[in-house]
């Protein structure tokens, strides 16, 4: 008996452990193109395409994180473009972002009690400005967000264990365009604005009291930041999400660092020459752990994707029927890439002279090699619009040139020799349906194995109360319950044993961790079962 109450108390702890941990991200995304009031900022010009590049970070993250909040007014033409998210936005404002990341907080700290890890993503595109008491800050439409209220009243209360910070914020001017369809739209524009208005919105913060927080911000001393009316966006925004969508990732597995999208949005903007039309970037990644992912690719869901050798196409950018710019790059050197598009959409890859046009569903792979690319019209335009269609993306991105990046800014550099096979990416481009299947599997894999433990010590004891009894009725029935329960612990222990097989061959390549459960025969033909963990 004393060796029966022993396994159970021991199939009881099995039971009570805790499942994997799993990482859930939530995201903020704040567009304003409004000018901030007051009389100081008269010069500044109301920014076109703010509320474009929210929305399309809203729509990449949405496919990424467990909620997305889209704090944006939505302008007439961006309405009909996007009619489905015209009901989803709240108004840009500091009361709007203060709820929301109270919300988000209480819900990752509810991840947190269960073991969970948390992210939290929060992007701005909007004006930047000194105002007359010399504080920076980022105008939301009721107020000023200054660098105090930012890092120590709101990003300070949130338990996540990484804080992802984006700020486009056009601070010292604007090259903006005639709103209109592609290809028929008048050239770009520099606006100037006031010279005291040409500095950095917010220094970095003290890293040592931020460890887990990651800031990438557009912003240069004596620099303007740009809108470009061909790509309808931001141009750093539009760089930024160029490369999470997978044309960054230098290292083919499946993840996105912060010294990759630095390195592709410093290759993006090499050989533009007007210096006018370059966006001054800062990059900070983690002080914790400087190759923290961004983005992790095979993480998204409603995703296909479009591998291959990218490499003839040159400089190229895919389009959405809704005429969005959905990404640029120059893969000239990457003998493999891949580029996670929306599933369920017709999505246009074009070069300066040719096009293709395909469809996937979710989970789909198209391939590079596959497109059939036809003629297609061009147009010439001139000034800062030339400088941008000529020399922005011209250069190509590849090892070589990442690596002399990194070892220029003395980065720190993501890990080559881990990339990944093309169906290993695709088998991890299906883990958020694997992995909570998988942990499904090993919940009754753990239930069959405590059964198989606890019948197991139930035959035990009757075996040797068998041996004590000296008489023959008590002795057949303890036989025969011997055998009933030995019998049961046999087909439970089997039952857990291919049950945790399952487990281990669903769950997602390279994604930590995985259990394997194995039996052996013990205790008089009994089957249990012994746990393990390896790496699959």
Partial sequence: MRTYLSILTLASLLLALPGRAETRSYAIVVGNNEVPAGEAYTSLARLRYADDDAVRFYQLFSRLSRQVSLLTVLDKDSQRSYP????????????????????????????????????????????????????????????????????????????????????????????????????????????????????QVFDLPDMNRYPHLGIIIASAENQEAHEWSRIQSGVFSHEVLSGLTGPADINRDNRIEYSEIHAFVSAANREVKDPRAIPQVSFQPPAQNQNAALIELGQMRDTAFLEGNPSRLGH????????????????????????????????????????????????????????????????????????????LFALAYGVDYYKGFVDSVQSVS??????????????????????????????????????????????????????????????QELSDKYQRYGNAALATGLTGAALGLAAWILWPPGDGPAPIASSHQAGGGLGQMTWTFSWP
């Fill in 316 to 391: 190229f950018f895919l389009e959405l029927a809704n005429g969005q710019r959905y990404l640029d790059a120059n893969l000239g050197q990457m003998p493999w890439a891949r580029i996670a598009v929306p599933s369920g959409r017709e999505v246009f890859v074009r070069t300066q002279d040719q096009e293709a046009a395909f469809r996937l569903s979710a989970g789909q792979t198209a391939q590079f090699a596959q497109l059939q690319l036809k003629q297609r019209a061009t147009s010439a335009r001139g000034s800062i619009d030339l400088a941008y269609r000529q020399g």
């Fill in 84 to 199: 489905d998210i015209s009901n989803r936005t709240r108004a840009p404002t500091l009361a709007n972002l203060r709820d929301q990341i109270e919300a988000f907080s209480k819900l990752m700290q509810r991840d947190h009690d269960r073991g969970d890890q948390a992210s939290l993503y929060l992007i701005f595109s909007g004006h930047g400005a000194i105002g007359p008491d010399a504080q920076a800050f980022l105008a939301f439409l009721d107020g000023k967000l200054t660098r105090e209220v930012l890092y120590d009243q709101l990003l300070a209360q949130v338990p996540a264990t990484y804080i992802h910070l984006i700020i486009d914020a056009c601070h010292a001017g604007a090259v903006v365009g005639s709103r209109g369809v592609f290809d028929r739209e008048l050239d770009a524009k520099s606006v100037r604005i006031q010279e005291n208005e040409a500095r």
């Fill in 414 to 475: 993501v890990k080559f020799g881990v990339s990944r096979s093309a169906s290993e990416l695709r088998q991890s481009a299906t883990s958020p349906i694997r992995r909570p299947l998988a942990i499904g599997l090993l919940a009754l894999a753990g239930s069959a194995a405590a059964a198989s433990l606890i019948t197991g010590a139930i035959a035990l004891d009757a075996k040797s109360e068998f041996q004590d009894t000296l008489y023959q009725r008590p002795g």
